[in-house]
């Protein structure tokens, strides 16, 4: 019954001004009429995923070489995703595609991905929401991931289509409670299946101990206590369990504001430490004010005492960017790359600075990375400590606080030594994530991509050092894809105690056992093993040990205390933590202490100025202080994530993947050699290198590698559709001729 | 002294302003030792200045002139500021202050350079000694208003490699040429100006004639293409003047398409809104819409798209091509030496695209001389336009998105340019080869390419991958389009990209890694004992000396 559709009867032309223009006509899609055989198409369902609803013969439109083709199908919606179950499924036996996600197909969408769903009505495009009085004729489902479907449903059974189509709406748009989200169903049913131990992949920051770990690798613990005052969350549920503040901070001083204006230490380095502090909630009342203000000033006292340095405080909240911004920014970025088809692509081309630069995306990634090297200066040059204070301390700051920490400590750049930091940072310093990815869709308003923003940022760095990194930025790329898939419990709670409590770990009936949830932190669970070495930089390399006789191996526990972050490149020799105690006193006592309280901003930003262009003057450390270059022509445009799923874009054999396959070639002939070498001299047993990866398999790699599976074929060149374009004031010049012929000579 | 071995002195050609902050052996030394001379090169005057410099603040140094250059060196300890500047990429010297000027360091020269910056010096108001540096330099960076040889004629410059001989100039320009034809398919790309149609429509039987024969040369395709570079308005404008392009009714079995590339005026235009963009500051927070209100990347946009749009005509439409616009040396040039870049690997080996440059761009007839003025104080000529360094800058972008596809690096590119101003060499020299004949070029002064050829290791791309069939297309989008920085803000020490190349520097040494591991391995076998036991070759240095090697795998 599949293909055989009844392609004809003429398009409409009556609409004069359509909003939306089909560009395929039905005659101009190629069915693939030839396999109609009775190909069984399978759905295959995770563990507790329910089939909702279905419809068949539909047609997925799909682009190649600039024309269009359409694959005839089925298109379901489950509990967990929505997907289109095509007959065509030998374009999947390409090289590319073994890249491939194991929870999350091709065709798939899970419904938290689902961004925005328009329909198409006498070619007119329209947002669809909430209950529909006629049905579209075609269904353009936009994805979080800036994927683009285009499904037409002209011959699907009309019962079919008003099915699945007020399905998909109700269930990616509609409220959602937490319990009834598809994490706990998978949870239950796929109690047997053994998740690896999330402590392989990444400290979790969900025990006393792995905060004294932490305290003890950046060598804080001298200053520093992690407390379990907030154990069973009795203090606050808004703080995680355990949490680290200054040894001298009173632990009952903790609840007295509900954990609000204690500074929760974030990371030291040895000049240095930054907290972040979530402020008092506003109070008109004088008598409650004054109490404040005598809490604070205790606290400030606190850390301003020796061996605490002179503190410099960050306000997060009043004068750096505001979560409404960001929003804005990202909802106009992202249309830029949610493109229907090659037309659009080339008539928004010649014109393409223009929305990019006013959406201010790339603007606010600069000012965070600037933000970040202002307080890396304050740690660094002025060895101060750094209070960094929101609101509620877990947007801004957790964005300051993990880049500051990226750029100073080496160890956040590993992967084990980065998803600590998340995990940190972010998902046990109390991000929302819930609300801010809405994947409950009860408010749109709190919708704010601060943990997007987080990595877009981490990516300027990772494009502007290459070998700086032990991930890729396929790494980076994956990981803002995971935000979406609900079987993950890391991005699916606004804080460790909604977590907690949801999980059954404590108030639960005895009935159930607590939920083992999967961490996003364990790879082989989206990615088979050849897959995961695209997520490993190959031009990253370890620090190198001083001592060999220490060597240790690169087991992870020996990691947590391996780095201190070294400052080779700063000027000052390196100081102890003790020996200069003194000294600092002094210094404070003699007053340095109120002349750098009272520091006009435009002394700090010489002294921005100066730190900065004093490490830009030296070749940069790859182990030591990282920062971004942030002029304007090096904030780019994380391709790989934004456009990966356009075909125009795609460089075919081209951009840094090119480059990158030939460094790959040439390691594994090294290593090849390297063991000839070692076979001849001891006839010893070479170690077998693994099938080094994907990047070798094909010669002709997409510039957006590996992604972009809609690659194109031939050779054939896009050819840019669009053309002349008025100058506006010159033209005038661009009338004359190159210069003045007389053409009645020749 | 002129016979000296002068190599030496290449690296010194256009480098960077260096900062160093270690001070040198001493301040005061023999002037011969501090000014880098080439051979033929004298030494006409220095005065104290200081050099006002846009980055780091006023500098105190000392300017030395030459007939081929602009040197100074700075007199402060605690700088080790050189600039070296051929006085060819010089365009226009103003002085700035007057005898009443009051203020700091008002008072001196302006010097806006062809090579997108301005070196501003102050000078003492009392003796004369603006005066003489204005003069001087003014004789010495526009010998022609003043009867001077250009100092290519002057330069004694001696190189292991003949640069003349890389190509050997056909006697043929300006009209119908053949630029390439397709080895498989035998189709061309042909090159000529606009067709003498005029008002009325009047039309010339040779032309139509002439386009006939190439047409009828393609047996498998009984069709011509023709793409005109101009926007249509522009072509139809042209009638007016006895210009304008090939009508249905002339011109049988061909096809007509515009490829809306704005003429040189717009260029040159375009050009200086981004220096202003670019020098001294840099944009900051609103980088691309200032980069875009430059539409500098529009039109290597349209040039890219244009030469795209030709040589697949060429290679899949299996359709012959005659490119042209109004002159066919400008816009023509460019669409033609890309669509063979495109389409023919040859070219993108350093040699290949020497000869490219030497046949499509001086050979066929684009007016260097015009287009850059070499020697010519007259610097708002309308003639002048950078259509050379927009070619380069869409050879970069196509390096940029295929950079394991061209044998030359960025390097190379950008000497080219360095050199298009600097009147050392006589390679882009005059408008077009008669001149260059009467003038004797070859015989009198030396190729860029020879100083290229003989020292070619420093041009090359260490990921090139020779693939002889590989036709490239780039892609024509803005969204990959990129301002060259490392050329356009090359002068501004905080935007300068690190050098080298990190993963360059990284394959290097993996290269090097390679060869040592293979020619050891040629030494074991030679040995033909496997148990040597020799501790230089001892089989655990590798592993140190590259650990990640180990540790990716």
């Known amino acids: ?746 | 002294m002129a016979s000296a071995p002068t190599s030496k002195y290449n690296s010194h050609s256009l480098e960077n302003e260096s900062f160093k902050r270690t001070s040198r052996d001493g301040v005061n030394r023999e002037i011969g030792e501090a000014l880098p001379r080439l051979p033929g090169e004298t030494r006409i005057t220095d005065k104290e200045v200081i050099y006002i410099c846009p980055f780091n603040g006023p500098i105190k140094g000392r300017v030395y002139i030459t007939n081929y250059r602009l040197y100074l060196r700075s007199l402060e300890t605690d700088s080790a500021l050189i600039l070296d500047v051929p006085l060819g990429v010089i365009s226009r010297i103003e002085k700035m202050g007057g005898a009443t000027s009051r203020g700091e360091n008002s008072y001196g020269l302006d010097i806006t350079c062809k090579d997108m910056r301005n070196l501003r010096f102050a000078l003492k108001q009392e003796g004369h000694s603006r005066r003489d540096m204005f003069e001087i330099l003014t004789r010495y960076a526009f010998p022609l208003a003043h009867s001077l040889p250009i100092f290519a004629f002057l330069n004694e410059e001696k190189f292991d490699v003949d640069g003349w001989m890389v190509y050997n100039p056909v006697e043929e320009y300006r009209r119908q040429v053949l630029s390439w034809i397709h080895p498989e398919n035998k189709t061309v790309i042909m090159r000529c100006s606009q067709p003498l149609v005029g008002m009325s429509g009047k039309r010339n039987k040779d032309d139509e004639k002439y386009l006939d024969v190439i047409r009828e040369t393609n047996r498998q395709v009984n069709k011509l293409t023709i793409y005109d570079a101009r926007p249509n308005v522009n072509a139809v404008a042209n009638k007016a003047t006895g210009g304008g392009y090939e009508s249905d009714d002339a011109y049988h079995n061909a096809e007509l398409f515009f490829l809306d590339i704005h003429n040189i005026h717009v260029m040159r235009e375009s050009l200086k809104k981004v220096k202003d963009i670019v020098y001294p500051n840099v944009e900051e927070s609103h980088w691309l819409s200032s980069l875009e209100s430059t539409h500098w990347l529009e039109h290597i946009k349209l040039v890219l798209t244009g030469a795209i749009q030709v040589a697949d005509r060429v290679s899949s439409g299996k359709s012959s091509v005659v490119v042209h616009c109004s002159d066919g040396w400008d816009r023509t040039a460019q669409l033609t030496s890309l669509a063979m870049l495109m389409l023919d690997s040859y070219y993108r080996s350093i040699e290949g695209f020497e000869i490219l440059v030497q046949k499509e761009w001086i050979s066929f007839g684009h007016k260097f001389a015009s287009r850059i003025g070499h020697g010519d104080k007259n610097h708002a000529d309308a003639d002048r336009s950078p259509i050379f360094l927009q070619f380069v800058d869409c050879v970069w972008q196509m390096s940029k998105q295929f950079p394991t596809a061209f044998e030359f690096n960025e390097r190379f590119l950008i000497i080219i340019l360095d050199h298009l101003y600097s009147c050392r060499f006589g390679t882009f020299l005059y408008n077009c080869e008669s001149a260059r004949e009467k003038q004797k070029v070859t015989e009198r002064t030396v190729s860029l390419w020879s100083l290229i050829n003989s020292n070619k290791d420093k041009f090359k791309n260490p990921f090139y991958t020779k693939e002889i069939n590989r036709v490239l297309y780039p892609v024509a989008s803005m969204r990959h389009l990129e301002l060259w920085v490392n050329y356009y803000i090359r002068w501004n020490p905080r935007i300068k990209q690190q050098q080298p190349n990190p993963v360059e520097q990284r394959y290097m040494e993996l290269l090097a890694l390679r060869d040592e591991y293979i020619k050891r391995l040629e030494e074991l076998q030679l040995a033909n004992s496997p148990k040597l036991s020799d501790p230089s070759t001892s089989p655990s240095s590798p592993s140190q000396m590259m650990p990640h090697v180990q540790t990716h795998f």
């Open chain 1, 1 to 746: 019954m599949l293909g055989k559709g009844v392609v004809g009867g003429g398009g409409g032309t009556k609409a004069p001004k359509p909003s939306f223009v089909s560009y395929v006509r039905p005659e101009e899609i190629h069915t693939n009429e030839k396999e109609v055989t009775e190909k069984e198409v399978t759905l295959h369902l995770l563990p507790g995923e329910q089939l909702l609803c279905e419809a068949s013969t539909v047609l997925k439109c799909v682009q190649e070489d600039s024309c269009q083709r359409g694959i005839y199908g089925r298109l379901v919606c489950t509990d967990f995703k929505i997907a289109f179950l095509g007959d065509d499924e030998s374009a999947l036996d390409n090289d590319e595609t073994q890249f491939k996600n194991k929870v999350i197909g091709e065709n798939d969408i899970t419904l938290h991905c689902v961004d925005q769903i328009y329909g198409v009505f006498d070619e007119k495009k329209k947002t669809l929401f909430g209950q529909l009085k006629k049905y579209p004729e075609k269904l353009i489902i936009h994805c979080k991931d800036l994927r683009v479907f285009h499904f037409c449903l002209r011959y699907t059974k009309e019962e079919e289509v008003k099915r699945i189509v007020s399905g998909i709406i109700h269930h990616t748009q509609a409220p959602k409670l937490l319990k009834r989200l598809f994490l706990f169903s998978y949870a239950t049913a796929a109690q047997n299946h053994t998740a690896t131990d999330p402590k392989n992949h990444a400290v979790m920051f969900d025990t006393l101990q792995d905060w004294c770990w932490e305290l003890e690798r950046t060598k804080g613990n001298m200053k520093y206590k992690a407390v379990s005052v907030n154990e069973g969350y009795k203090v606050c549920e808004r703080l995680p369990a355990y949490f680290v503040v200054p040894t001298p901070l009173p632990e009952e001083d903790v609840p007295r504001f509900h954990g609000h204006g204690i500074p929760i230490w974030c990371w030291s380095c040895h000049s240095g430490c930054a907290f972040k502090m979530s402020a008092l909630p506003k109070e008109q009342d004088d008598g409650v004010l004054q109490i404040q203000k005598n809490f604070l000033d205790g606290i400030y006292k606190t850390i301003h005492r020796p061996p605490y340095e002179i503190v410099k405080t960050e306000d997060l909240s009043s004068n750096f960017l505001s979560l409404q911004e960001i929003q804005t920014a990202y909802s106009k970025f992202k249309q830029l790359f949610l493109i229907d088809n090659s037309t659009e692509f080339w008539d928004t081309d010649i014109k393409w600075f223009f929305p990019a630069e006013s959406s201010s995306w790339l603007d606010i990634i600069r000012r965070c990375l600037k933000k970040a090297i202002e307080i890396i200066e304050c740690l660094e040059a002025q060895n101060m400590n750094v209070l960094l204070l929101e609101e509620n301390a877990s947007d801004l700051c957790c964005l300051v606080s993990s880049l500051v920490q990226v750029m100073m400590d080496p160890h956040c750049r590993t992967r084990f030594g980065f998803q600590s930091l998340v995990q940190k940072e972010w998902i046990v310093g109390g991000h929302c994530f819930l609300d801010r990815c809405n994947h409950l869709r009860q408010s749109d308003k709190e919708e704010v991509p601060v943990f997007l923003l987080f990595l877009d940022c981490v990516w300027q760095l990772v494009h502007q050092h290459p070998p700086a990194f032990e991930f890729t930025e396929t790494y980076l790329t994956v990981l803002s894809d995971s935000l979406y898939i609900p079987i993950f419990s890391t991005f699916f709670f606004n804080s460790p105690h909604q977590k907690d409590t949801n999980m059954g770990r404590e108030g639960q009936g005895a009935q159930s056992k607590p939920l083992n949830l999967l961490t996003v932190w364990d790879w082989s669970v989206q990615f088979e093993p050849k897959a995961q070495t695209l997520l490993k930089n190959p031009l990253y390399v370890e620090k190198p040990k001083l001592d060999k006789g220490q060597r240790k191996g690169t087991h992870f526990k020996h990691q947590r205390q391996l780095s201190l972050p070294l400052t080779q490149s700063k000027s000052s020799p390196k100081r102890g933590f003790f020996r200069e105690e003194t000294d600092h006193l002094i210094k404070n006592l003699l007053g340095k202490r109120i002349s750098k309280l009272i520091n006009s901003s435009e002394e700090l930003q010489d002294n921005f100025r100066e730190f900065y262009d004093s490490w830009r003057s030296k070749p940069p450390n790859y182990h030591g202080l990282l920062l971004p270059h942030i002029e304007g022509p090096e904030i780019k445009v994380w391709a790989q994530r934004y456009l990966r799923w356009i075909p125009e874009a795609q460089i075919l054999g081209g951009g840094r993947v090119a480059t990158l396959s030939k460094l790959l070639e040439t390691m594994e002939e090294v290593q090849r050699l390297q063991e000839k070498i070692e076979e001849r001299h001891h006839s010893q047993e070479a170690l077998q290198a693994e099938a080094a990866s994907l990047l070798r398999t094909s010669a002709r790699l997409s510039s957006l590698f590996p992604f972009a599976l809609l690659q194109r074929h031939s050779s054939k060149p896009v050819l840019p559709t669009s053309g002349w374009k008025a100058l506006g004031d010159e033209e005038d010049l661009a009338k004359r001729e190159d210069e003045f012929v007389d053409l009645g000579d020749v």
